[in-house]
């Protein structure tokens, strides 16, 4: 500061050199200035010898904060001397200082300087530099002072860059790369600096074909950044940012940090000098490119060439760069170009992508680029499934095609014409050629194009709809549209053809054949007029059609297609009002199909291809998901919840679980219908009914086929039967009786039960035996309530009840669960009256005709299993007179004619009840229907089998003694007929038997009905024995 104010006195020191008497005048300043920079430099050269080289810029070069601060003030008080004097300025001392370390020179401009050595001065030298560098942007005060002017030293550093890549010998990656990294910092701190870029692409450019890697650095070089298009353009990016990573050592290589250096100094340059700066570096670059040059290139040489030029097109002209690029390409050899096709392809498919993000025209690069992508689409069509290899290679040429031309559709922010020319005819040779892997990737480019089409036109429709838009405005947005409407048409044209001819194929993913089709259902929502001329004019509802309503469609498919269609409430509504009415009814009818056939893997395919696991591993995890979504969505349908609303059913609860929503949901439709009151609601939903069932029998019909399949015969025979009884008084009508008789003829009367030899399958008996309660329950309901008396439905339910009685009978009588045969639980299960006792009655019915019958003398097979049913069945139901008068024959039959022990204990058990139940509400005097059977009876073998009989009428004596008094007239005259018949004038064994049986009768009915007191009962059978010793028997 004394130097300042007083300008004219220097202070000096005077030294004598020993080696010579001179007297030298050196400023006392100036030497210790020096000195304190030698100590600066040696701290700061320790701590350098112990920092790795991908760590020098992250570590301090100040051991403590009292050093920064005096590099600090020493660079503001040199440059203010500087500034004020003829003196030199910092950097000045500094450099002075630097080069004298790289010279390595002994020579000592005074004795008491320091030797300063490193082992690596270039490094030491950028470290240093780029670390004082940064030391400008604080004030005096050690302050941040972003507004204060640096002062640079791009001379220095420009002789320094050109001793470290001009070093005899190899130059060291790992070096490089951190001298290029300080370099790159320094342009951060300092003014553009063109000639550093044209001193490195000095070098850059004779080593192209280098890969620029360290062997010990686990990084992957350009092959990392060049696996996509769009991987490259993020590598460019990443070049162009003005923030760089401080990993940038570690992540990039050296000819990368190039990059970056080339792109901060253009961008800077052109910020602040125009586009001259751009022609000096374009010049520099495009000169060092000729035919020579490119046949020269390698595989990296190409890499790294694509790399430049894609971040010239960033940071400059990308229509010129991408210009001189294809002239540049078209100097590669032929062979290269074959096999270094993918990397051209993932270059060309950048600039359209730059184009796009831009929002240029990319016309004139897809015009070329389609072109070739259709000759290879072509090649891999005509090519074998065998060629794995050559097929491989053409595959990835068309992947890179369509992963950036997906890019390209999500990056634009408008389309061109020149969009539609990316989507041609190529992609419908392409569809018909791939497999199921290739096909995901396609169709998965066609559902995000799509997406990205409504997406903006739903935009576009959203600014035309605004208010005050001129004229200007509203036509360029007109004109957005109808190049939206070309390339919707192209997407029509070349994919939807295809996805209509393979709805019923294995060959596309149902997921993605179901999504797609829904996105094209969307699209002719939101641009019906792109829609092909054969869906007008609703091309919505002929989408659905063929892939919602088709009953030939896969069930996966459509639960997912349908899952999407109407979680768009917009479609939904728009469906709903359109006067197409039956769309809810429809889609109702869908559903029931995707749940009667959810163990159906494939329709078209074998039988083989039911899923054949326990029923809760049976349904795919991905299919009952959609089931369930569906489900949701279906009851969220006003007409769905009309329905449950009507009739008062709770649905919430169970739409997570679809087989027992279809329960309810049957159930529902059916307490709905019976509370329907005037006659034309009840046929309007009776039609409505049978249109959300369908072909409902052809749903299920894979299932009845030769492969016996557990979980599907369950569903398929439970679903029907609980259709049938909540659906009874609907099948009560004519409209829908011959559906009724195809679901009986088709489920429990098919070909194979009428053949009584032959054993049904045992999963199909227990899948009947479960539901067949449900089915006689119904069908007799339809009996009692069919508007016209059906002959063949009463036929029907005989038919079912003989098949099935047999089929489900015990081998053995004494088996405790007879209670559990389906007929009985059918009797058991009816809640009302009128049907129970219309089904006992036909159950009666089968019995009498079916089961005891005699042939000739034979008794009917399984006689004790069958007096075993009807004996539970009388102990369940209350007996009614009819029924006594049409089985107690059979019953009598049995114990006159069979002599089986079992067969006659169950008959007499079963004559017992029938007795008993008769007695019930005829007071005193017996019934006169079982009078009349039991008389019945004893003439047809009252002469032939009186012992049996007699024996017979004995037990019935003590069960009810007014029966057997009422038939003693028919006894005498049977007794008298067999006498006359026989001609042996008196039978006395059948005489005595009579006897025996009126007396009994006539004792008993003292006791129990006239109060004989037994004493004098006693006394008469004392009598009467007497009687008829005296007179040996005589009446």
């Not at 002075?96 to 390595?104: F, Q």
């Not at 359209?352 to 015009?367: C, F, R, S, T």
């Not at 096909?439 to 035309?464: G, K, N, P």
């Not at 019958?853 to 034979?858: M, R, V």
Request: aromatic share 10%.
């Amino acid at each position: 500061m004394l130097g300042e104010k007083l300008k004219q006195v220097v202070y000096g020191h005077q030294f004598m050199n020993l080696a010579s008497d001179n007297l030298t005048n050196i400023s006392l300043f100036e030497e210790h200035c020096e000195t304190l920079l030698c100590d600066l430099i040696s701290l700061s050269l320790n701590r350098y010898d112990k920092v790795r080289s991908s760590e020098s810029l992250m570590s301090d070069q100040c051991p403590c904060l009292c050093i920064k601060e005096l590099w600090v003030l020493l660079i503001h008080l040199l440059d203010h001397r500087s500034k004020w004097f003829v003196s030199e300025s910092f950097w000045n001392w500094l450099n002075k200082l630097l080069k004298t370390l790289l010279e390595k020179s002994s020579d000592r401009r005074r004795s008491s300087m320091p030797v300063i050595q490193s082992r690596d001065p270039l490094g030491f030298s950028w470290w240093i530099i780029t670390h004082v560098a940064s030391f400008y942007k604080f004030d005096r005060h050690g302050v941040p002072d972003e507004m204060r002017k640096v002062e640079s030293n791009w001379n220095f550093v420009e002789e320094l860059l050109k001793k470290s890549i001009s070093v005899q010998g190899v130059i060291l990656e790992e070096q490089l790369r951190m001298y290029l990294h300080c370099c790159l910092t320094l342009c951060d701190f300092w003014e553009p600096n063109i000639a550093i870029v044209t001193i490195l692409w000095e070098y850059y450019s004779k080593n192209l074909n280098s890969s620029f890697s360290i062997s010990w650095l686990p990084f992957k070089g350009l092959a990392n950044t060049m696996k996509s298009p769009l991987s490259m353009l993020e590598m460019v990016k990443t070049c162009c940012c003005d923030k760089q990573d401080q990993e940038l050592y570690k992540s990039s290589s050296s000819y990368t940090i190039f990059l970056c250096i080339l792109a901060k100094v253009v961008k800077k340059a052109m910020k602040s000098n125009g586009p001259h700066p751009w022609k000096q570096v374009k010049g520099r670059i495009y000169s060092k490119f000729h035919q020579k040059r490119m046949e020269e290139l390698t595989e990296v040489g190409l890499q790294n060439f694509f790399s430049l030029f894609l971040l010239l097109a960033a940071v400059a002209e990308v229509e010129d760069v991408a210009s001189h690029v294809l002239d540049l390409l078209n100097f590669l050899k032929p062979a290269f170009v074959t096999s270094q096709r993918a990397l051209i392809w993932k270059g060309h498919m950048a600039f359209l992508l730059m184009y796009a993000q831009k929002n240029l025209d990319i016309g004139v690069l897809a015009e070329k680029f389609s072109c070739a992508f259709r000759e290879k689409a072509k090649e891999f069509l005509v090519s074998k499934n065998e060629e794995m290899v050559q097929r491989q290679t053409i595959w990835t040429l068309l992947s890179i095609y369509i992963d950036g031309v997906q890019e390209v559709f999500e990056t634009s922010y408008c389309l061109y014409p020149s969009h539609e020319k990316l989507l041609n005819d190529g992609f419908s040779m392409l569809l018909r050629a791939c497999r199921e892997s290739e096909l995901r990737t396609v169709l998965s480019f066609l559902q995000a194009v799509l997406a990205r089409i409504r997406s903006m036109h739903q935009q576009l429709c959203q600014e035309l709809q605004r208010d005050n838009v001129d004229l200007f405005v509203q036509s360029s947005l007109s004109a957005k549209e109808r190049h939206l409407a070309a390339v919707a048409s192209a997407l029509w044209r070349h994919f939807f053809s295809f996805l209509k001819s393979q709805r019923m194929s294995q060959v596309v993913p149902f997921s993605q054949l179901a999504d797609a089709a829904a996105d094209f259902t969307l699209l002719a929502m939101d641009m019906p007029s792109t829609a092909p001329s054969d869906f007008q004019p609703q091309p919505v509802i002929s989408i659905i059609q063929l892939f919602g309503w088709d009953d030939i469609i896969c069930p996966q498919v459509v639960a997912r297609y349908l899952s999407h269609v109407l979680q768009n409430s917009t479609l939904c509504e728009a469906l709903s009002h359109s006067g197409y009415v039956s769309f809810q009814a429809l889609t109702v009818r869908s559903w029931i199909r995707c749940v009667l056939q959810m163990y159906i893997k494939n329709l078209s395919g074998p039988d083989d291809l039911l899923i054949d696991k326990n029923l809760e591993e049976a349904v795919e995890k991905e299919y009952m998901k959609q089931l369930v979504k569906l489900t949701r969505l279906l009851f969220n349908l006003s007409e769905v919840k009309s329905i449950f609303s009507k009739a008062q059913v709770e649905y919430l609860s169970i739409s997570e679980d679809p087989k027992k929503a279809l329960v309810r949901f049957f159930e529902a439709v059916g307490v709905t219908y019976g509370n329907v009151q005037t006659l034309s609601d009840k046929s309007a939903m009776v039609t409505k009914s049978l249109e959300y069932l369908g072909e409902v029998l052809k749903y299920i019909k894979p299932y009845l086929g030769k492969k016996v399949f557990s979980a599907g015969l369950q569903l398929t025979y439970g679903m029907m039967g609980i259709l049938v009884k909540s659906w009874a008084q609907i099948f009560a009508t004519s409209k829908a009786q011959k559906l009724l008789f195809r679901i009986i003829d088709c489920l429990l009367l098919p070909h194979a039960v009428l053949q009584q030899e032959k054993e049904l399958p045992a999963p199909m008996l227990s899948a009947i035996q479960k539901s067949l309660p449900l089915y006689l329950q119904g069908m007799c309901i339809v009996c009692c309530q069919s508007q016209n008396p059906n002959a063949y439905l009463n036929q029907l339910l005989g038919n079912v009840i003989e098949q099935y009685i047999g089929r489900f009978l015990p081998a053995s009588p004494y088996v405790s669960d007879l209670g559990q045969h389906p007929v009985l639980l059918a009797l058991r299960n009816t809640a009302t009256i009128p049907p129970i006792s219309s089904l006992k009655k036909c159950i009666v019915q089968v019995i009498r005709k079916s089961y005891l019958e005699y042939k000739g003398s034979s008794p009917p097979p399984r006689l004790a299993s069958i007096l075993a049913f009807i004996l539970q069945l009388f102990k369940e139901t209350n007996t009614d007179i009819y029924e006594v008068e049409l089985l107690l024959p059979g019953i009598l039959k049995c114990l006159v004619l069979v002599s089986e022990p079992q067969v006659k204990r169950l008959a007499t058990e079963n004559l017992q009840y029938m007795v008993k139940a008769c007695q019930v509400g005829s007071e005193e005097e017996p019934s006169s229907q079982l009078t009349s059977v039991f008389r019945q009876f004893i003439q047809d073998y009252g002469m032939r089998y009186y012992y049996q009989v007699y024996s017979i009428l004995e037990t019935v004596a003590t069960l009810d003694q007014q029966v057997v008094i009422h038939l003693i007239s028919t006894l005498t005259q049977s007794l008298k007929d067999s006498e006359q018949k026989w001609g042996l004038g008196r039978n006395i064994a059948q005489s005595d038997r009579f006897r025996k049986l009126y007396i009994s009768a006539v004792l008993l009915l003292l006791k129990t009905h006239f109060s004989v007191p037994h004493w004098e009962v006693d006394f008469i059978a004392l009598d009467v024995l007497f009687f008829n010793k005296i007179y040996g028997g005589k009446s």
